[in-house]
């Protein structure tokens, strides 16, 4: 019902500038859907929503393959710390659009950079929350474990990851919002399908419906990405709350 609430809200706010500025530039609601009902199958729109998802996708699981590691190693080892976290907080406060170029030099202009881009994105939030998840375990339960003589494997699966695992979402929710715009950027360039490139053509073609029509779409799918984050932290760190 909220997001009922929310949508209303901003389509009147939008139907009130559309109705004040009275040009093609910012074109009536009404007519963005139905130019995404009746033009989304032959502008391929599809298409360039399935290259932003697969680029979302394979960001976050690469992230997310170097952070989870990192981050409970740094959290229970202070030698590899002191190593690691300096370094975390050299480079995260840096914003990381600057380094598209980068990985364009390096790693072509094609989907590699992409990716490299937002997995960088979300690994340094990832890494340090999880290790501040890691570090904030009493030792107790580690002292409890060891006297029950449980491996390494059963400390790590019943202790530390039950620990980790909502702020691994805490930093999925704060870091999909930025990999979206930093997706809709680096698809700008050296790309033929992405709903960036989508929004961008349409831009220089000055078809400003089909533009906003792109928009649209991509702001659903990053709602489409929140709801799907909720429902997982839902079924994996409160199933009994389902």
Same mark, same amino acid.
């Given at each position: 019902?909220?997001?009922?609430?929310?949508?209303?809200?901003?389509?009147?706010?939008?139907?009130?500038?559309?109705?004040?500025?009275?040009?093609?530039?910012?074109? %009536?609601?009404?007519?963005?859907?139905?130019? *995404?009902?009746?033009?989304?199958?032959?502008?391929?729109?599809?298409?360039?929503?399935?290259?932003?998802? %697969?680029?979302?996708?394979?960001?976050?699981? &690469?992230?997310?393959?170097?952070?989870?590691?990192?981050?409970?190693?740094?959290?229970?080892?202070?030698?590899?710390?002191?190593?690691?976290?300096?370094?975390?907080?050299?480079?995260?406060?840096?914003?990381?659009?600057?380094?598209?170029?980068?990985?364009?030099?390096?790693?072509?202009?094609?989907?590699?950079?992409?990716?490299?881009?937002?997995?960088?994105?979300?690994?340094?939030? +990832?890494?340090?929350?999880?290790?501040?998840?890691?570090?904030?375990?009493?030792?107790?339960?580690?002292?409890? +474990? #060891? @006297? %029950?003589?449980?491996?390494?494997?059963?400390?790590?699966?019943? &202790?530390?990851?039950?620990? *980790?695992?909502?702020?691994?979402?805490?930093?999925?929710?704060?870091?999909?919002?930025?990999?979206?715009?930093?997706?809709?950027?680096?698809?700008?360039?050296? @790309? #033929?399908?992405?709903?960036?490139?989508?929004?961008?053509?349409?831009w220089?073609?000055?078809?400003?419906?089909?533009?906003y029509?792109?928009?649209?779409?991509?702001?659903?799918?990053?709602? +489409?990405?929140?709801?799907?984050?909720?429902?997982?932290? #839902?079924?994996?760190?409160?199933?009994?709350?389902?």
């Amino acid at each position: 019902m909220r997001y009922v609430r929310g949508t209303l809200l901003v389509l009147v706010l939008w139907y009130l500038l559309a109705l004040s500025v009275s040009s093609p530039i910012i074109p %009536y609601p009404h007519t963005v859907v139905q130019y *995404i009902v009746s033009k989304g199958i032959s502008t391929n729109i599809h298409r360039h929503v399935l290259h932003s998802l %697969y680029r979302i996708f394979m960001g976050l699981s &690469i992230a997310l393959f170097f952070a989870i590691p990192i981050g409970m190693i740094a959290g229970r080892l202070r030698i590899i710390d002191s190593i690691i976290s300096p370094v975390l907080y050299l480079l995260y406060p840096l914003p990381k659009i600057a380094f598209l170029p980068v990985f364009m030099v390096l790693f072509g202009i094609g989907d590699l950079s992409k990716l490299m881009l937002i997995s960088v994105i979300v690994f340094f939030p +990832a890494a340090v929350t999880i290790r501040d998840g890691v570090k904030e375990i009493s030792p107790k339960y580690i002292e409890l +474990a #060891k @006297a %029950y003589h449980l491996t390494q494997r059963q400390i790590i699966s019943e &202790i530390i990851w039950p620990a *980790i695992l909502p702020r691994i979402f805490s930093s999925l929710r704060i870091t999909l919002g930025i990999s979206l715009s930093v997706l809709f950027i680096s698809e700008s360039y050296a @790309a #033929k399908f992405g709903l960036g490139y989508y929004i961008m053509n349409n831009w220089v073609m000055a078809q400003y419906i089909g533009m906003y029509a792109g928009i649209v779409v991509l702001s659903l799918v990053g709602l +489409a990405l929140y709801l799907t984050t909720d429902s997982l932290e #839902k079924r994996l760190v409160h199933p009994r709350k389902n």
